[in-house]
């Protein structure tokens, strides 16, 4: 059963992420429609002041005009030029007009005012008092009279007959701007409705306009979105992802942007292919030197291997020389053997799996890293049911050795190393845990890259050999993890380093049992309990085919 026959819950494909809304908050739509509407609404407004303001110009010239042929029938009355006699304002004037004569010593006052039914009522005490305030002589004047209203008034100086006496005096004569100020009030209301129309079209248009403007630019913009999501970091890759010809067009500034896109992205595929066929080269040479040279080293070692018999009787320093020739064999067979393992993952073969108990593979890897590292304190933490995890048995003890040789090798002697399984998110997770010196920060980031030693920090474990670990161990662990469509993490501080694999499931298990340490002289026996190890026959010493860095 290949590994995509095992998983049969359908996986979603990526997407490109959630495409922003053409005129959501911060985009370029939105702006557009704001300062597009920002500037209708102060033209409008500037426009609606100016009118107004022509307006009352216009209608208070019109009541100045008016109020000059006032004042001017009331002096034409009096052909002497003696003033006002028996009445102020001449026939014929509009309603709402007043007229007022005061003497200058203030013996005498009296005033007029043209109400709608063609009378002239005099005028109250308070309001000539106030009519008699204004100055003369400068003009029109715009005042506000207690009773009437709003006036427009006009003062000279003229000769008042008082009893038969000529006496010199002041008159008035006035409009009412009720009607005015009533006209301009109904305009500015009616400005600002066309105003507040003006802009909602501005808005509703504007957006039309812009939506249909930007739809090339958007198109452009999920294009590249859309290649952003795209896993370009190893394997072949395919960037068949192009912005369209229409949007493409150089006559415009949108389509000199999509094609510059199109550009940059057949440059990247071009150099994606070139990566691809380097690291395609690579690996094959790695896969083809590593196979080639397996034979030579098994020669030598064996050679190596038939020297024992005789090395007595060799003087001590070719013996010396022909154990290092053997030891150095080994560490190159397991180079050689990981080297290969490497490149037959990075083919990307299908890997057979089935259902594997993940509990007796942790359980084993934990009681060989037992007999190989006797000094540091190995714990488990079980669940009461076995956990099964879709895989390949073989290669995922391979993982987990690797990940207990690499607690034993690079930390010092009484570190407590602990191995825990426990579920989430739907997946079996495998924890490595330890409280040595930690991995160094800078070189945390890249712990699963190949040839990445931490020996300047995580200290090497007494009495082991210089030279011994590959520099490949979590690489393949990395790799491994990949294939199995799982992944591996790792956090470290001083103190304590955790590594994580997540496998997917292929049945449930039941709840986490407390940790117990286990004892120097009981290996683990490889069933399901969360009772503690219980003894079983001892295991015999030596290397275990696991328990390399």
């Not at 985009?27 to 704001?34: C, N, Y």
């Not at 042929?69 to 309603?95: E, F, I, N, W, Y």
């Not at 715009?142 to 008034?153: A, I, N």
């Not at 290969?340 to 083919?347: H, I, K, T, V």
Request: aromatic share 2%.
């Amino acid at each position: 059963m290949s590994y995509a026959d095992a998983v049969a819950t359908p996986v979603d494909p990526p997407t490109a992420g959630q495409a922003a809304a053409p005129l959501g908050r911060g985009t370029l739509g939105r702006q557009l429609v704001i300062r597009v509407t920002a500037l209708v609404a102060l033209a409008a407004i500037l426009l609606s002041a100016a009118t107004a303001l022509a307006t009352r110009q216009l209608l208070l010239n019109q009541i100045n005009d008016q109020l000059d042929g006032v004042s001017t029938r009331a002096q034409r009355a009096d052909p002497r030029g003696q003033g006002p006699r028996l009445q102020l304002l001449a026939p014929g004037q509009p309603a709402g007009s007043l007229a007022a004569a005061l003497t200058n010593d203030g013996s005498t006052s009296v005033g007029q005012v043209l109400d709608d039914d063609g009378n002239a009522p005099d005028l109250p005490a308070d309001v000539l008092e106030a009519i008699g305030t204004l100055p003369v002589g400068t003009g029109k004047q715009s005042v506000q009279l207690v009773g009437l209203g709003h006036y427009r008034v006009v003062g000279r100086s003229v000769n008042i007959v008082v009893n038969g006496e000529i006496v010199p005096g002041r008159a008035y004569w006035g409009l009412s701007l009720n009607e005015m100020d009533h006209t301009l009030f109904e305009l500015i209301g009616l400005e600002l409705v066309l105003t507040l129309l003006a802009m909602a079209g501005a808005v509703l248009a504007a957006r039309a306009v812009v939506l249909r403007s930007l739809r090339p630019l958007n198109r452009v913009a999920a294009t590249a979105q859309q290649v952003s999501q795209l896993p370009l970091d190893r394997g072949e890759v395919a960037l068949a992802v192009r912005v369209p010809e229409a949007d493409a067009d150089p006559t415009s500034e949108v389509g000199r942007v999509g094609q510059a896109l199109n550009h940059m992205l057949n440059n990247v595929e071009d150099a994606l292919e070139a990566r691809q066929a380097s690291e395609t080269k690579v690996r094959r040479f790695v896969a083809d030197a590593s196979h080639e040279l397996r034979n030579p080293l098994a020669a030598i070692r064996g050679y190596a291997e038939l020297t024992r018999r005789s090395r007595s009787e060799m003087p001590a320093d070719a013996a010396y020389a022909m154990s290092r020739v053997e030891s150095e064999a080994e560490r190159m067979s397991r180079l050689v053997e990981d080297l290969l393992l490497l490149a037959r993952l990075d083919s990307g073969p299908a890997i057979e799996v089935e259902p594997a108990d993940v509990t007796e593979i942790v359980i084993n890897a934990v009681s060989d890293a037992r007999v190989a590292g006797p000094e540091h304190t190995w714990m488990l933490s079980l669940p009461e049911e076995p956990v099964l995890a879709l895989g390949d048995r073989h290669r995922l003890h391979q993982v987990v050795a690797n990940l207990l040789a690499n607690a034993r090798t690079h930390t010092p002697s009484g570190t407590r190393v602990e191995t825990a399984i426990e579920l989430r998110e739907g997946q079996a997770v495998i924890r490595v845990t330890d409280n040595g010196p930690g991995i160094p920060s800078d070189i945390r980031d890249n712990v699963f890259e190949r040839f990445t030693r931490a020996d300047t920090s995580r200290v090497r474990a007494e009495g082991a050999t210089s030279g011994t670990s590959t520099g490949l161990g979590l690489a393949i662990v990395a790799a491994v993890v990949e294939a199995h469509q799982g992944r591996v993490t790792v956090s470290s501080v001083s103190g304590r380093t955790e590594f994580s694999v997540w496998l997917p499931l292929a049945a449930g298990p039941g709840p986490v049992e407390p940790t117990a340490p286990l004892e120097p002289d009981e290996p683990v026996e490889p069933v399901h309990s969360a009772e503690p190890a219980v003894p079983v026959p001892p295991v015999p010493t030596g290397p275990h085919p696991f328990s390399r860095g």
